[in-house]
């Protein structure tokens, strides 16, 4: 009761005899009430009697402990008071007495204590004040105040201390003064630079800019005028030094109309009409772009493609078109530049038929791995932008391809697989004029080697019509002859697998389903249709492949025959479930069908005469009249071929001359697109 009442005196009498233990408990709360009232001595003897008979790990004794060592400081024995505190290492304990000498104009002791007790922006604050810098250097990575910071380091810059004025300028983010030292002081600009850009300061950016100038480094000056805001000047001094293509650089893409006006028209005056076109056109100045474009001549039809495509204005689209046929000045264009303007006009349908003509023309040439190239651009570039790709140009990339893939297995000794892909081809030699008998030669051959006798016969008879006959090379006459001499009709029927769209059994390379009416997905490596079991695509060009064939294929170190990219065998993944892929597929060939309703299948011509029969009479005449002396007879009274006598090895590979041309021996992805090299 006494002790609720605050008396004190009595309180502690009665726990001298009645209850000795509560004596600690007393004498703590009896002197924080006198410390309260300002009686320090007092308070002084009562904590110490306090903490008379406790342990050091009693709740009572550090209360009497801290309390001694503040009463220690207040009375002023100070080295006391901050060396009991400091036994504590009780955080507000040291607060405590660190603010009890602050109060008593004991800076710093202060200090140190508010440190010791991880007040850290105070204790440097005081420090501070006192000049005090060499305690400051310690705990100045713990300060947290930028203003602190920014304070030390002008104090550190005064002192002639740059380094450490340094870093407490970036731990204040205060970069201004970063880069005022390093261009200034430490002879450091490229540092300089490197925090202007990084910062984005204005101010900084403006320093940087005059030392530039100073110095005189124009191009680095204008981008850091521009980047100090200053557009106006750091145009001026671009126009000043002809060096307008920085000020371009450092506006990129983020420039006004305005802005882009200016360069243009810089351009211009200066008589570079390619640049002034391009920056004509960012402004949309579109018909200026353009005429000033095609004063450049071929080196800016892109660029010239590009605007058209984004003015979207009829008189522009006849203007560059009237150039590309010629009628500007007399000089017919790459037909490519016109594709990619078809492109660019979002006229798909019409660019697959560009694509196809100029196709048909590089055929006509001879020139079967650009027009391959041609078309595999055309297709790569309408599925990438998810338009259908038209029948007649899947069609034809898949002849062409065929003829390809036929040299192909040629060199692997693969000489059925090649006799196929040349029946194909055959079948379709009024696409290859150029190489006709050539071509017809080699898939007798390879027909021979194969096992496709009645194969080689049908294109032999074909061979020694009058039409073809003078046209076949000397050492090949004899064996062609032979072949439609023996008439020999034996031939193994090709295997089948089953359509993938509907299950139907089907030669292996056959494409067009005859009972869902499909034109199949084939395989790139061997030109068979594809078979859910066993599909893949290549992961470059994303045309489908078996994927058996696929991975032995790009194993052996050889590139995609498709993309003529190499391919690294562990992307490549084979499709559990190839149905989604398929049905896009299908449904991508329907919906071109419809867009291109007059676009028919190409026809196939076999022989310039449609019978079987007649073609067999009209080669035996032409056998019948070979003259005397071609045709021996050995001591058996067989008849026997002089190619006979030359041996098998004549048999056994087709002849130079079915050969591709000299032109098409080099890597058919190193055709180069009109704009090749121009980047």
């Known amino acids: 009761m006494r002790r609720d009442l605050l008396h004190w005196d009595q309180a502690l009498a009665l726990a001298k005899t009645l209850a000795p233990a509560m004596i600690p408990l007393l004498s703590t709360e009896c002197a924080s009430q006198i410390e309260f009232k300002g009686e320090y001595q007092q308070a002084l003897e009562m904590y110490t009697t306090g903490q008379a008979g406790l342990t050091e790990q009693s709740e009572y004794y550090i209360k009497c402990k801290a309390g001694i060592a ?38 710093p002791e202060a200090a140190q204590l508010y440190a010791q007790g991880s007040l850290f922006d105070k204790s440097a604050s005081i420090y501070l004040k006192c000049r005090n810098y060499g305690q400051l250097k310690d705990i100045m990575p713990n300060v947290t105040s930028p203003g602190l910071h ?36 430490t002879a450091k600009p490229e540092r300089a630079i490197e925090f202007a850009r990084k910062t984005g300061s204005q101010i900084g950016a403006k320093m940087v800019a005059e030392f530039c100038q100073n110095t005189g480094d124009f191009r680095s000056a204008i981008e850091f005028l521009f980047r100090a805001k200053l557009d106006d000047d750091a145009f001026n001094l671009a126009q000043q030094q002809n060096a307008m293509d920085k000020y371009a650089e450092v506006l990129g893409t983020d420039g006004t109309l305005q802005q882009y006006d200016r360069i243009a028209t810089f351009y211009e005056t200066h008589g570079d009409f390619l640049e002034a076109g391009k920056f ?34 009829v008189g522009l689209t006849k203007m560059l078109l009237d150039y590309l046929m010629g009628d500007t000045d007399g000089v017919t264009k790459n037909p490519l530049y016109i594709f990619r303007l078809h492109m660019a006009l979002g006229d798909y349908l019409l660019a697959a038929r560009t694509a196809i003509v100029i196709a048909r023309q590089e055929q006509a040439l001879g020139h079967y791995a650009i027009a391959h190239s041609t078309l595999f651009d055309a297709f790569e570039i309408l599925d990438t932008n998810n338009i259908p ?68 016969f049908e294109f032999a008879t074909v061979l020694v019509s009058p039409e073809y006959r003078r046209d076949i090379p000397q050492q090949y006459k004899l064996k062609i002859e ?55 695509c290549c992961p470059l060009c994303k045309f489908p492949a078996l994927y058996k064939h696929f991975m032995k294929h790009i194993s052996s170190g050889q590139h995609c025959p498709m993309c003529d990219r190499a391919v690294d065998p562990a992307t490549v993944v084979k499709e ?38 007649m073609r067999e009479r009209s080669a035996r005449r032409a056998v019948a009249a070979i003259p005397e002396g071609e045709v021996k007879k050995d001591k058996s009274g067989k008849e026997k071929d002089k190619d006979q006598e030359a041996g098998q090895e004549s048999s056994k590979s087709p002849p130079r001359e079915a050969e591709a041309p000299p032109q098409e021996s080099a890597r058919r992805r190193h055709h180069k697109s009109p704009d090749a090299g121009k980047n």
Not at 516 to 531: A, D, E, Q
């Open 482 to 536: 032979g072949v439609v001499r023996k008439m020999d009709k034996t031939e193994d029927v090709e295997k089948t697998t089953p359509c993938p769209n509907c299950s139907q059994h089907l030669f292996r390379t056959e494409l067009d389903c005859p009972n869902c009416k499909s034109f199949l997905p084939w395989c790139i490596i061997t030109g068979r249709h594809m078979v859910l079991d066993d599909w893949t």
């Open 389 to 456: 790709v038209i029948p007649e140009l899947r069609r034809s990339l898949c002849l062409l391809h065929s003829y390809i893939l036929a040299k192909l297995l040629i060199s692997k000794k693969f000489h059925e697989a090649a006799a196929r892909m040349l029946i194909r081809v055959a079948r379709n030699i009024n696409k290859f004029q150029n190489h006709l008998v050539p071509i017809l030669i080699s898939t007798v051959l390879e027909c021979q080697i194969g096992g496709l006798n009645k194969s080689a």
């Open 576 to 613: 559990t479930n190839p149905t989604p892929i398929l049905k896009k597929m299908i449904e991508s060939i329907d919906i071109a069908a419809l867009q291109a309703k007059d676009d028919q299948p190409p026809k196939t011509i076999t022989v310039p005469d449609a019978k079987p029969e």
């Open 280 to 313: 004509f056109a960012k402004c949309q100045q579109y018909p200026k772009a353009l005429k000033l474009f095609l004063r450049c001549g071929e080196r800016a039809i892109s660029p010239a493609i590009d605007v058209v495509g984004k003015a979207r204005d």
């Open 70 to 107: 503040r009463m220690n400081i207040r009375l002023g024995d100070i080295s006391t008071g901050i060396k009991l505190a400091a036994q504590l290492q009780n955080n507000q304990v040291l607060r405590e007495c660190a603010q009890i000498l602050e109060s008593m104009k004991q800076l």
């Open 150 to 185: 920014s304070l030390y380091a002008k104090a550190k810059e005064e002192q002639g201390d740059l380094a450490e004025a340094e870093r407490s300028y970036i731990l204040a983010n205060d970069f201004d003064n970063v880069i005022r030292l390093n261009l200034k002081f």
